[in-house]
């Protein structure tokens, strides 16, 4: 690490007034985020702006708008006051006897996770979980998790990534939907109905890129992918899954694989916030990836 001229290091408080007024949107909001004046917010964000010599925000009506240069630099701020954050976190955390918290989406929850963490408190009774299953992308401070687990490629913004398994999309089908088929064509998947998941606006892209036209299709709407996938189950319609949740669906004939998509990039990652990571969590990490 290169040593830091702490003489040309702007003010801390300005730098926290100008990172709080990029993530909070405007002076006031920042100020309500510090507890201090708007006032007192402006006058140092000005101050910064004229240590650097280089305009950070501005303004159209009512409206505060960040530079180029201004989104650089709060995103930079951002990750080192994270860093910092998470450091102090880990010192106030070290020892005590807390669960390890763990978001994940909800069907990975139940279709992955579940059927194996007996094995894990099998071999590490005196760890504590606790699993805070939601769809939506969450920020892992916002509810105090330690870990996550995503599905996507990979890349998320403030968070750390590490690969813990592939995630091929697949469509699939009960038997009695099939009648006796075990393959498709584009045709014959078009005319039969589809299961669809209202959490999931890119299924419709991945049908595309198999050749279907979705606003041709029959669809059958369901909240959340583990009704669809409940609803695949009972034969109501096709259904697009990620293969890695229904491995045992497909070994017992419950569901039956009719087409793979050429799609490679998609999988399922666990993140956590940059800096230091508590030896708890790590052993957990370590844990799925030997399952994976």
Do not use: C
Request: net charge negative.
């Amino acid at each position: 690490m290169s040593e830091i001229d702490w003489k040309r290091m702007p003010p801390l408080t300005a730098l926290r007034a100008f990172a709080a007024t990029a993530r909070a949107g405007g002076f006031s909001a920042a100020a309500r985020l510090l507890n201090v004046t708007h006032a007192a917010i402006a006058q140092q964000v000005r101050a910064l702006e004229g240590e650097l010599g280089v305009p950070l925000v501005w303004r159209d009506g009512k409206h505060l708008h960040l530079t180029p240069e201004g989104e650089s630099f709060a995103q930079a701020l951002g990750e080192g006051f994270a860093t910092i954050q998470a450091a102090a976190e880990a010192l106030r955390t070290h020892g005590a006897e807390k669960p390890l918290a763990v978001t994940v989406p909800p069907a990975f929850a139940s279709e992955w996770l579940m059927p194996r963490l007996a094995r894990f408190w099998k071999k590490h009774p005196d760890i504590a979980l606790s699993l805070l299953p939601d769809p939506r992308l969450v920020e892992l401070r916002e509810v105090g998790a330690n870990l996550g687990i995503r599905f996507g490629v990979g890349k998320w913004r403030g968070v750390v990534s590490e690969f813990l398994t592939a995630a091929p999309q697949i469509v699939v089908a009960a038997p009695e939907l099939l009648g006796g088929r075990t393959k498709l064509s584009l045709r014959e998947m078009s005319v039969l109905p589809w299961i669809r998941e209202g959490d999931w606006p890119e299924q419709m892209q991945l049908l595309e890129s198999i050749g279907l036209i979705p606003a041709a299709l029959k669809f059958v709407d369901f909240p959340n992918e583990e009704l669809a996938l409940a609803a695949a189950r009972e034969g109501i319609g096709l259904h697009l899954e990620t293969e890695a949740l229904i491995v045992e669906d497909l070994k017992l004939g419950w569901l039956v694989k009719i087409h793979e998509l050429a799609e490679e990039s998609l999988g399922y990652y666990i993140v956590r916030p940059p800096g230091p990571i508590n030896p708890t969590a790590r052993i957990f990490i370590d844990w799925l990836k030997a399952e994976a």
